[in-house]
């Protein structure tokens, strides 16, 4: 019975996950009546599913991956409630609510043997996950190269410069908001693509995938691009400091690609 609350937890993990990032980000604020809630919600059932693993197991802490995963991702949510009570905020649930999430995905599937049904389903799963990192990938790059735009224009209306072939640049508040709203379209597409390749991890290798060097660079990658869409919210960053932000963040994509080579979960390998 435990599984059945634990997967019930998972969903209600992903909606508080989902409404925290327009509520912070977006800015948003009637989606922090769906977070807070859903979180509370997600904390009832995972703990009531953790009593009943422990019960199960007849031991009163935890021992194995998945108990240890599972206890981990509920402190990480309590932590949360805590500061959203005590400070009125959901602004640390961009951050908490989808580790939670990502935590209790392995226990959630169920025992080390579970399985995708069919190869269709799994090949899906797999497209979707590469689809949409492509389509994050493409957003942060397309950001990084407003950003550089931004500061030539910067520095053309600086030194009042009217060199023919820069006409042609935009205004800088035009390539502001194209720079801003590119890093918002990128970030669920890379949060789906990373949601969706751990699901195919936890089928393939179980919860040792947490220590191959590819993944735990690609949660590096999402948790920098998140603190850049949280600082250019917070602090109105822009022009060169958000140009060096950008640059560092595409320099980790450059590193999760590189890291192909020593992945035994991510190898890519000629015919």
Not at 35 to 48: D, G, Y
Not at 85 to 102: D, E, H, K, M, Q
Not at 223 to 251: D, E, H, K, N, P
Request: proline letters at 5%; hydrophobic letters at 55%.
């Amino acid at each position: 019975m435990f599984l059945l609350w634990l997967r019930v937890a998972a969903l209600l993990y992903a909606v508080a996950s989902i409404s925290a990032l327009p509520a912070v980000l977006y800015d948003r604020p009637g989606w922090k009546k769906i977070c807070v809630p859903a979180a509370v919600s997600a904390f009832f059932f995972h703990f009531v599913s953790l009593v009943e693993m422990l019960s199960a197991s007849h031991h009163s802490l935890p021992v194995g991956m998945h108990e240890v995963q599972s206890l981990l991702a509920l402190l990480i949510c309590a932590a949360f409630l805590l500061v959203a009570g005590l400070y009125r905020t959901v602004s640390f649930g961009i951050f908490a609510l989808p580790l939670s999430l990502l935590l209790v995905l392995g226990p959630a599937m169920g025992p080390d043997h579970w399985t995708f049904h069919s190869p269709e389903i799994r090949s899906g799963w797999l497209g979707l996950h590469i689809v949409a990192l492509l389509a994050a990938y493409a957003a942060l790059i397309f950001s990084l190269f407003a950003n550089f735009l931004y500061l030539v224009q910067e520095r053309r209306l600086k030194k009042k410069s009217h060199v023919d072939f820069l006409s042609w640049l935009p205004p800088l508040e035009t390539m502001e908001r194209i720079a801003s709203g590119m890093l918002l379209i990128g970030f669920p597409f890379m949060t789906l693509g990373l949601l969706a390749g751990s699901l195919i991890a936890q089928e393939s290798v179980g919860p040792a995938y947490f220590k191959d060097p590819k993944v735990l660079l690609s949660f590096a990658m999402w948790a920098l691009y998140l603190g850049m869409l949280f600082v250019r919210r917070q602090a109105g960053l822009r022009g060169r400091r958000a140009v060096y932000l950008s640059s560092l963040t595409f320099l980790v994509v450059i590193s999760v690609w590189a890291a192909n080579q020593f992945s035994s979960v991510h190898r890519f390998t000629a015919p």
